[in-house]
């Protein structure tokens, strides 16, 4: 049997490609893919090799990944929970991706991944497959083999002589790409332990931070964000840029405890910097160029757009039509925002658009000959009626 493994070099997948070989006689192909997770990626093909895999392919998706994945999703301010920004979320569905295109150019029957039996990514990984190659088997080492814990993984890694970037003294789990860097299990699994500052690092802490603010402009074209400071960069260049100046000026940090999908709640920190700039910067283009009722209607599915990437339904038709009207919306969102970015916080201090639905003339307080405040009269009897026709029929609501 031929199978496609999602590997990332750390533990569950370094041990993954032995148990897969002694479990199924299976020839293992790895894949890797270059999502921004840079020196973790270091020697991670010939590790592969000595570990076991028959071949690993380790792919630049960069690019990919923000233009076609990020993108879309920062077009529609997604946030799970009013804090999370989906880093992992919207990462699982382009590796699951690429594992079938890989496993149908090497004829494999199946794919794998290490996420456990306890958590969102299996979904995530599973229903991408399903999605794209129905008839496709997949193998989820931690719903079969005996093993309970990191620690049972450590010892066996450590008995097979895999080489492993998690101690038992620093038992905690990571995944990083362009968008985040994300810290689970181990010592935070306690909600009440403040994570350690040697763990970060993609932000400083905002104590550290310079104490003189940082202006910087990001331009947008229809919903995207095309320009820094004036300097037009893809999609992925523009990420890894903002990224070091988000994170020099210690932006981007949250401490959750977050619903996944399986029904139990999860302790998760995270760094975000570039992308939580981005959301905001947006946000204020948009408030220039985005009319009140689309705005508003936009902002009422968000909840859900943000669930579907959480739980794995990229590949769904449900998110593919919320997609399609949000980038409608889209098309008028051109223009630049400028924010000042000091110890932790990213405030908006200006916004401008070349077609910008904000005219002083009519939101000054001075009197002009585009709006009449006499018509607010009628308007306000008109919203009143109901109201009044109330209280009359059953008497004073107090």
């Given amino acids: 049997m031929k199978v496609v493994l999602a590997y990332s070099g750390g533990l569950d997948t ?36 000595r570990t076991g895999a028959k071949a690993c392919y380790v792919e630049d998706l960069r690019e990919e990944f923000a233009k076609d994945f990020v993108f879309p999703m920062l077009r529609a301010n997604a946030i799970y929970e009013d804090q999370y920004l989906l880093g992992t979320s919207i990462a699982r569905p382009l590796i699951a991706k690429r594992m079938v295109e890989i496993a149908r150019r090497e004829g494999a029957e199946a794919v794998s991944h290490g996420a456990t039996g306890k958590g969102n990514d299996q979904v995530r990984f599973e229903l991408t497959a399903y999605a794209l190659e129905p008839g496709i088997k997949v193998i989820a080492p931690w719903r079969e083999w005996d093993m ?33 860097i994300s810290f689970e299990g181990g010592i935070l699994e306690d909600p009440w332990n403040e994570p350690p500052e040697d763990m970060f690092l993609l932000t400083v802490s905002p104590e550290k931070a310079p104490d003189k603010p940082e202006y910087i402009e990001i331009e947008y074209a ?4 095309v320009a820094l400071n004036g300097e037009s960069l893809s999609p992925a260049a523009l990420m890894t ?32 910097p570039a992308g939580t700039v981005l959301r905001l910067a947006h946000q204020a283009v948009e408030s220039l160029t985005l009319d009140r009722e689309v705005v508003h209607l936009r902002d009422s ?6 669930e579907l990437v959480y739980n794995g339904f990229w590949y769904a038709p449900e998110r593919e039509f919320l997609q399609a009207a949000i980038d409608d919306s889209q098309k008028v969102v051109n223009g630049t925002a400028r924010l000042k970015l000091y110890k932790g916080n990213c405030i908006v ?44 029929a059953q008497g004073s609501v107090l």
């Fill in 14 to 49: 370094s041990v993954i490609i032995q148990w897969l070989i002694d479990r199924y006689n299976a020839e293992v192909i790895a894949f890797s893919a270059d999502l921004g997770q840079e020196e973790e990626l270091d020697g991670l093909e010939q590790k592969a090799l």
């Fill in 148 to 180: 309970k814990s990191r620690e049972d993984l450590i010892a066996y890694a450590e008995k097979l002589g895999v080489p492993v970037p998690v101690t038992r003294e620093k038992p905690y789990s990571s995944d990083r790409n362009l968008l985040h």
């Fill in 222 to 225: 229809a919903g995207d964000p």
């Fill in 241 to 272: 840029k903002l990224n070091k100046i988000a994170g020099r000026n210690g932006i981007g940090r949250i401490d959750i405890v977050e619903n996944r999908f399986v029904g139990m709640k999860s302790r998760g920190v995270y760094e975000t």
């Fill in 301 to 306: 599915l968000i909840p859900k757009y943000a």
């Fill in 349 to 392: 201090v200006g916004r401008k658009a070349p077609h910008s639905l904000y005219v002083p003339s009519i939101a000054s307080f001075t009197m002009g000959a585009d709006y009449d405040q006499k018509d607010a009269a009628g308007f306000i009897r008109i919203q009143a009626l109901r109201l009044r026709t109330r209280a009359k």
